[in-house]
């Protein structure tokens, strides 16, 4: 199986999870007996994030146990999917450098958004403790990710013309009250 079609097979197809997933019933009354757990979008992605990432060190070569994956392997996890992008990052070459809106084509890179990675780092950061990963020894709270991550959106905003500023938080005005009582 080709790299390409490899990620795509991952993201799609769900592996069996006796946690999550209730057994295989032959009684129709058992299967009505069983409770249906529904999962929000984040706990969905996250746990086809995981899997991925678990697929992803099975096909490593030599395989990886998580035990001892490093921030390294993430990183290097990280540039495998950026082949899979959307985005369009153009070069210092390219005259669209810059430009949120190009006019034209032109033949620069599709990769990854930093929002995507930032989002998918998170999700496989929290899906490692929920694991049993201790928070210390988490590879995805590496040092390395985060210095990544934070090259990758400088990169794409200059590349991209799009600034990634934090929003502040607006500051709620606080009420007066007026505590004066009133006497009949």
Known sequence: MDSSSNITTLHHHQQFNPILQPPPSSSPTSLSAT??????RYENQKRRDWNTFGQYLKN??????LNRCSGAHVLEFLRYLDQFGKTKVHTHLCPFYGH???PAPCPCPLR??????????GRLRAAFEENGGKPDMNPFGARAVRLYLREVRDSQSKARGISYEKKKRKRVPQQVHNNSTTTS
């Open 100 to 102: 949120p809106n190009p």
């Open 60 to 65: 490593h070569r030599p395989p990886l146990a």
């Open 35 to 40: 409770v249906s757990t529904t999962f929000s």
């Open 112 to 121: 990854q958004a930093w929002g995507s990675l930032d989002a998918l780092i």
